[in-house]
Structure formats: C-alpha cells, structure tokens
C-alpha cells in the first residue's frame, strides 16, 4: 500500500506559477513510476506527466510540454510538479499517482492522492 498526499495547489493569475508536491508513504518510493493528473470541472481526467524512478526520464501532455516539469526526490519520497506559464485552461484539481510501470493511462496507476485544486484567473 502506498499513501499519497499532494499539496501546493491554489488560486494564481495567468502567467503565474505553482509548485505541487506529493509525498508518499508505505511502500519503498523509489519502486514507482509516479505521474501526474488533473481533472477539470464535467471533463474525464487526463494525463499530465510521468517520471521514471530514477527521475532522469520524463514525458509530458503537449499541452504542458514546456511549461511543466515533474521532479522527484526519492530520499524525500515526494514528487513535484513545477507549472509555470499558467492558463485559465490549466485549472483543474491536479492528482499524483503510483504506477509500477510507465503509464500515461489512469488505469494503469494503482495508488493515488486526494488531489489539490488549481485555479487559474484570466
């Protein structure tokens, strides 16, 4: 069993910036391939981004590429999410989750957080 705790979410205007982050507990951190999620109001959830479990390998949605980067720290057993260049269309209640494989599909991630709201004013 893996628990996972996001935080850092919040209101911020177009063109700000936030850092999510995701601590895990439970099972060793660094068996996981943790990705990222959001869900916004009425839409299905969607894929973000992934990191391997070493963290030296990570893939992104197009529509963060470039903008997001997916950190982690294994000796901290936290994930982070660092968005920058934020547009009202990014709003959305971002997840974490656990995969013990590299996975772009909600399906495949077997443990996941609460989630942590993002707002993003125009």
């Known amino acids: 069993q893996v628990q996972l705790v996001e935080s850092g979410g919040g209101l911020v205007q177009t063109g700000g910036s936030l850092r999510l982050s995701c601590v895990a507990s439970g099972r060793t951190f660094s068996n996981y391939y943790m990705g990222w999620f959001r869900q916004a109001p009425g839409k299905e959830r969607e894929f973000v981004g992934v990191?391997?479990?070493?963290?030296?390998?990570?893939d992104y949605a197009a529509s963060v590429k470039a903008r997001f980067t997916i950190s982690r720290d294994n000796a901290k057993n936290t994930v982070y999410l660092q968005m920058n260049s934020l547009k009202p269309e990014d709003t959305a209640v971002y997840y974490c989750a656990a995969s013990l494989g590299w996975a772009a599909v909600p399906s495949l991630y077997r443990y996941w957080g609460q989630g942590t709201r993002v707002t993003v004013s125009s």
């Open positions: 990191i391997n479990r070493s963290g030296d390998t990570t």
